[in-house]
């Protein structure tokens, strides 16, 4: 049962190799590379949930008084 276990484990290797490689290229002494960073913000949806019982009155002003629409 080990064997089949390693046999498999190593057939699962070979076959997720993947043969295709990747490209890549060195810059000379004179080349220069420059790489840009652009933000750029999303827009975000905020839900607030607010439990409507009488125990959360203080909260609730609380959430009125600091809230600017």
Same mark, same amino acid.
């Given at each position: 049962?080990?064997? $089949?276990?390693?046999?498999?484990?190593?057939?699962?290797?070979?076959?997720?190799c993947d043969k295709g490689g990747g &490209?890549?290229?060195v810059l000379s002494e004179s080349s220069t590379?420059?790489? $840009?960073?652009?933000y750029t913000p999303r827009k975000l949806d905020v839900l607030f949930v607010v439990d409507n019982s009488g &125990?959360?009155?203080?909260?609730?002003q609380a959430l009125v008084n600091n809230f600017s629409s």
């Open positions: 049962m080990k064997i $089949l276990l390693r046999v498999l484990a190593i057939s699962l290797f070979f076959v997720g &490209s890549f290229s590379f420059e790489q $840009l960073v652009v &125990s959360m009155d203080n909260y609730q």
